[in-house]
Every structure is written in structure tokens, then in C-alpha cells.
């Protein structure tokens, strides 16, 4: 008897996904993945943009080093620092319970795969709140880029994006052409 409930009734279940001769060890595989692509994906958003743990710690203090290093890079006047870093100050407030609501996503979708019996439609359901929740955190995160773009001169954002470039090759991220 099977431990996953397979009931292609189940709203978000997509029944054409697990054809009958495919091996359950497959199957088990691919559902392992998804937890793992969201948890690597989320840790990798919220490392990119300072909210994650690392070499030299996390949180805010570790983006606003980041930040600060980036703009001096840029040339930019403490003036414009000042008034970006008031930018996310003022996000702050919103991103943190949503990195918060992600992470728990993550250890609740983990919980729902080391189950005894992995409910399909519990797993879908944590899927999607992930999905949700990160899409708000990239556009609250894209709202504060844009704001602190316009800050900049455009050869200051220039050279920001040259060393956000130069960091991603750096590490192991993809050459641009």
C-alpha cells in the first residue's frame, strides 16, 4: 500500500505527472525536490540580498555593509546613502515577518515530506503559499531597487551593477558576454 495520497481529485494535482510504470523512487525523488528547489531558492533571494545567514553573519547589519560597500564603490555622496538607506528602512518592517512566514513555509513543507503518509494536497497547498510569499518578498525587494536606483546617477548605477557583476562571476555565478 502506498504512503502518498495519489487522488487525482485533489485540487493543484496534476494526475499526468505520475504515470503508473514510472518507479516510486522516482517519484519520491521529484517530491524531495521541490522542497529542496524552494529552499534553496528562497535561501538564495534573501542571501543575495543580505537577509540571510553567511561567512561574516546576516541579518541587516550584514546588508547594509554590503549596501555601503556597494555605493562608496559607486561613488555615491553620503547624502544619497542617508536617503537609501531610509528606503529600507522604511521596507523593513514588511519584509521581515514575510521571510519569516517563508522560512516556516519551508519547515512545515519539510515536516509534510518526513510525514508517515505525505498528504499531496498539504504539500501543494505549502508550495503555493512559497511561491506567494516569495513573490511578495521579490516585489517589495524590486520596490526598493527601483527607489534606490532612482537615487543614483546613471553612471553610478552603472558601476553598481558592474560590481554586482563582478561579485556574481566571483562567485561561480554566470559570465555575461
Do not use: C, Y
Not at 522542497?35 to 541579518?59: C, E, N, T
Not at 522604511?90 to 518526513?114: F, I, N, T, V
Not at 503518509?117 to 497547498?125: C, G, H, N, S, Y
Not at 526598493?144 to 551593477?161: E, F, H, I, N, Y
Amino acid at each position: 500500500m502506498s504512503n502518498v495520497t495519489n487522488d487525482s481529485h485533489t485540487p493543484g494535482f496534476d494526475s499526468s505527472l505520475s504515470a503508473p510504470r514510472q518507479p516510486r523512487r522516482r517519484r519520491w525523488l521529484a517530491l524531495l525536490l521541490v522542497p529542496a528547489a524552494v529552499g534553496v531558492l528562497g535561501a538564495s533571494v534573501a542571501r543575495a540580498h543580505g537577509f540571510g545567514g553567511g561567512p561574516r553573519g546576516g541579518g541587516m547589519a550584514f546588508m547594509q555593509e554590503r549596501m555601503d560597500h556597494l555605493l562608496t564603490a559607486a561613488g555615491a555622496t553620503d547624502a544619497q546613502k542617508t536617503q537609501i538607506k531610509g528606503i529600507w528602512d522604511k521596507l523593513r518592517p514588511q519584509l521581515q515577518p514575510l521571510h519569516k512566514q517563508h522560512a516556516d513555509s519551508r519547515r512545515q513543507m519539510g515536516e509534510a515530506m518526513a510525514a508517515p503518509t505525505i498528504d499531496v494536497a498539504r504539500v501543494e497547498q505549502l508550495r503555493k503559499q512559497s511561491v506567494d510569499t516569495m513573490d511578495k518578498i521579490s516585489a517589495l525587494m524590486t520596490q526598493g531597487m527601483v527607489a534606490s536606483a532612482q537615487v543614483l546617477t546613471p553612471d553610478q548605477r552603472k558601476r553598481v551593477l558592474q560590481k554586482i557583476e563582478e561579485r556574481h562571476r566571483h562567485h561561480g555565478g554566470p559570465e555575461q558576454e
